[in-house]
């Protein structure tokens, strides 16, 4: 579900330092020189990136994206790493890692509905047990899915009969140039373990909408997907 951002045409290794160098001068958040990407997967498999990083929140992430793109560095986006597999030779440029962002907002809390946006670095099994919280009906059927919600999403992640596009408002991407989109679920092709985002673009958060149901039964669900 990831994909490779090439940017402009490669420039050479110079011209590669100088992206990581001003990166790593200019971020708030952390970044890593030939870190294995074994260790950033759950398949545990994988050689070392040229350069890992890990923007604190989406204002880092496109101060990252413009840097890379400016000076001809191809990027990938990552988040929890699930079901992913990278060569035993690495990557062969940016990694962005997405798990600092993680911020949660309760956008609407009535009676009969509860309302989040999440940024892409939370985790889904972290989204669920906040849904139950507040008594969401069906989320808990999600339980067990490992991933961030950025990867969830672009695989259209489900279990038991519902799918995150059942549960998605809108998603907030950013393109290689930094432009925010929204785009509301209705105007996405998705079907099943698929999410056609536009091309070419990140997303950096997205807001789920459930009804609320007994507790009971919440509790119910949530033991017979565990």
């Not at 009676?111 to 969401?136: E, N, V």
């Not at 930094?178 to 990140?202: A, E, N, Q």
């Amino acid at each position: 579900c990831s994909q490779i951002f090439s940017g402009l045409p490669v420039l050479g290794t110079y011209e590669q330092n100088k992206a990581y160098r001003l990166i790593e001068n200019t971020l708030k958040g952390k970044t890593l020189r030939d870190y294995p990407l074994s260790r950033m997967t759950t398949f545990r498999i994988g050689g070392p990136a040229d350069l890992v990083v890990m923007p604190s929140d989406e204002s880092d992430l496109c101060a990252v994206i413009n840097i890379l793109g400016e000076h001809g560095v191809r990027f990938m986006p990552l988040g929890a790493g699930s079901n992913l597999l990278f060569s035993d030779e690495g990557f062969k440029g940016a990694i962005i890692s997405l798990s600092h962002m993680k911020h949660i907002e309760i956008i609407e809390n009535t009676k009969s509905r509860i309302k989040m946006k999440m940024a892409a670095g939370a985790s889904l099994p972290g989204i669920i047990r906040k849904f139950a919280q507040f008594s969401a009906l069906r989320v808990s059927r999600l339980w067990g899915i490992p991933g961030q919600i950025g990867g969830s999403i672009a695989c259209n992640a489900g279990a038991m009969g519902i799918n995150l596009s059942d549960l998605i408002c809108e998603i907030e991407l950013l393109d290689e140039k930094c432009k925010k989109i929204v785009s509301k679920i209705r105007d996405l092709d998705y079907g099943y373990r698929t999410m056609r985002l536009p091309h070419g673009t990140i997303v950096t958060s997205a807001t789920f909408s459930a009804l609320k149901g007994d507790p009971k039964e919440i509790e119910i669900e949530l033991e017979s997907a565990r």
